[in-house]
């Protein structure tokens, strides 16, 4: 049976989609700037980013991970990081891929290392 009690965590989530974490570099196109950022985590609807300059929410912006690009809309910055929502939603495989290359990365720079 379901608990009528309020949470205890202080903020709910309330993501649409799961997050995937995910640490490889892109680029953010965003007034007229290339910016270079750190992918954080991706979901189907959107992306944490680690990015270099301040960006007012409701700025449009073009995410380009080489083999991904996608437009979407600057929802909040907080601390360096900038969440945006996708104008159109990553399907499945996408989300996967980028999984996929971002561990592939990791790996590699391990083996480096």
């Known amino acids: ?34 910016l270079a950022v750190q992918l954080h985590d991706l979901s189907a609807g959107g992306a944490k980013l680690h990015c270099p300059v301040t960006l007012a929410a409701g700025t449009a912006v073009t995410l380009d991970c080489g083999t991904l690009c996608r437009t979407a809309v600057v929802r909040w910055q907080n601390d360096g990081f900038v969440g945006i929502c996708f104008d159109s939603e990553l399907d499945a495989r996408e989300v996967s891929a980028l999984s996929d290359r971002s561990r592939a990365l990791a790996a590699r720079m391990e083996v480096k290392g």
């Open 1 to 34: 049976m379901a608990s009528s009690l309020p949470s205890t965590e202080p903020f709910a989530d309330r993501r649409a989609y799961p997050r995937v974490p995910i640490a490889m570099p892109a680029f953010l196109q965003a007034d007229g700037e290339r």
